[in-house]
């Protein structure tokens, strides 16, 4: 069936510096893929909407200039946190429509020291 | 805008016994899809619901769909340990042509005791 794998699955950094995390369609193309964040014991947010070739659409109140999200191709979608803060720790998963359903990456556990 | 409830959100249960899971939204949509979390894991699918009177079984879980009273409920038969998890239910919106994100319930913890 159709995977999205996600990288990394952790990673640690410090405050101020970013942070890029990749999501890759295999064996499919994704025109669109969906970025979530999820606070420890929390549910999914949906952050943006990535669309293959055009500017990535943000929810209300996520900042566009700090989580910007790049689709440059139709199997590559990334995100990067910038200036990242410790409020910033977080799991991100990404998400592509495979089939009638929805495939979702493996996350990436952000810590921002 | 779309708001999805999902109720319990915690349920401590005994194996073996039989539990249902809610899950209301509050507008119109397309689609409604049920999922597993396992700790510090990503989210694993467990149905798609895509219309009105739609159920569906695997295993010990069977989900459902009524899209006129805007409610799903994931059914749990005979309960056993191994299904210890969080279960989120989720919505697409309806806006007619290309992917939605999805709107999340906010979870159910679900705990089967020995």
């Known amino acids: 069936g159709a995977v999205v794998s996600q990288h990394p699955s952790r990673v640690i950094c410090k405050s101020g510096t970013s942070v890029k995390i990749e999501c890759r369609s295999l064996d499919f193309q994704a025109t669109t893929m969906f970025w979530y964040r999820q606070f420890p014991k929390q549910s999914l947010m949906l952050m943006a909407t990535s669309n293959e070739g055009s500017k990535a659409t943000y929810e209300q109140g996520v900042e566009k200039d700090k989580f910007l999200i790049n689709h440059a191709s139709l199997t590559l979608s990334t995100l990067t946190v910038t200036s990242a803060h410790p409020e910033d720790s977080s799991f991100y998963i990404c998400?592509?429509?495979?089939?009638?359903?929805?495939?979702f990456g493996q996350g990436t556990r952000l810590t921002v020291v | 805008e779309l708001k999805v409830e999902q109720n319990p959100l915690f349920l401590s249960m005994q194996e073996g016994k039989n539990y249902t899971i809610y899950c209301n939204y509050s507008?119109?949509?397309?689609?409604l899809y049920w999922y597993r979390q396992d700790p510090g894991k990503s989210l694993e699918s467990l149905f798609v619901?895509?219309?009105?009177?739609a159920v569906k079984q695997e295993g010990r879980l069977m989900a459902s769909l009524d899209t006129k009273a805007r409610l799903s409920t994931l059914h749990i038969t005979a309960a056993v340990h191994d299904l210890s998890a969080t279960y989120f239910c989720?919505?697409?919106?309806?806006?007619?042509?290309?992917?939605?994100?999805?709107?999340f319930g906010k979870g159910t913890h679900l705990i089967i005791q020995p």
């Open positions: 619901l895509l219309s009105n009177g």
């Open positions: 989720a919505v697409e919106k309806s806006r007619g042509g290309g992917a939605d994100g999805l709107t």
């Open positions: 507008t119109t949509s397309d689609r």
């Open positions: 998400s592509a429509r495979g089939g009638p359903g929805r495939v």
